[in-house]
């Protein structure tokens, strides 16, 4: 995990919980942050038991931030994508705040602090990309970005063939089985919203819909199984090599 990008990750998801349910803390906020950081938070969170211990009497930055930080870390370790790390520190967090803050603001105001903190989440992972995972050469053997063999991360070919041959995009003029094939090489087959589809074939949401429907039914695409706004979509796992396709953890 990168150490500065984590920190500031955890100091946005940190901040704002601390001001709903403990404004008068606002003010030493950025002082006792600061502290925490110092360490990272490891030797504050290095048992995840401590984080669930019994409700203290006023909200604790600390807490709040080493909860975050360590959630991070094990999400660090799933082998799963974006959307399932997303999932797995909403779900942590959510869990935390309730055990210790349950009772204390109106469920609206709630699950809206839960969605600011998978949007941030979500923007973390997704700026880190496909090299969140990849391990850093030793110092002095660095590899030219060049001259780095690209993983296979889609099946090219099988997937061209497939779609070509598919009845549901013959009348298509928007969504065509060649834009399709782009787009999955751009999006490495990794798990993607409608707004990505959207935006690359400039279509509107209607429209999007429609085709991502015919695509799933027809078996070229998997759903996460989530509603609204957190629905997400990706390639098949018969259009992915073996070493793309891992297993993940149910989405909460």
Excluded at 206 to 231: D, P, S
Aim: proline content about 7%.
């Amino acid at each position: 995990m990168d150490r500065a990008g984590s920190l500031e990750l955890v100091r946005a998801l940190t901040r704002p919980v601390v001001e709903l349910f403990c404004p008068q803390k606002l003010s030493a906020f950025e002082e006792e942050f600061a502290a925490f950081a110092l360490t990272a938070g490891v030797s504050r969170v290095s048992e995840k038991a401590a984080l669930f211990r019994p409700r203290p009497q006023s909200l604790d930055t600390t807490l709040v931030a080493g909860m975050f930080f360590q959630v991070l870390v094990e999400a660090q370790k799933l082998p799963a994508g974006t959307p399932q790390r997303v999932s797995y520190v909403r779900k942590e967090a959510k869990n935390f705040l309730v055990k210790h803050l349950a009772g204390e603001i109106t469920l609206s105001r709630f699950y809206r602090l839960l969605s600011l903190i998978e949007e941030n989440v979500q923007n973390y992972f997704e700026s880190l990309g496909s090299e969140w995972l990849s391990p850093r050469p030793s110092p002095g053997k660095e590899i030219p970005t060049e001259s780095r063999p690209r993983p296979q991360t889609i099946k090219e070919e099988e997937l061209r063939q497939a779609l070509a041959g598919s009845e549901l995009l013959k009348q298509g003029r928007l969504v065509t089985p060649e834009g399709l094939v782009t787009f999955f090489k751009e999006t490495e087959g990794r798990w993607f919203r409608v707004l990505d589809l959207e935006e690359h074939f400039k279509v509107n949401k209607k429209t999007a819909w429609t085709y991502l429907n015919l695509l799933l039914k027809a078996g070229f695409l998997e759903h996460n199984g989530e509603k609204a706004n957190r629905v997400r979509y990706t390639l098949a796992r018969a259009f992915k090599p073996p070493s793309s396709t891992p297993q993940f953890p149910s989405a909460t």
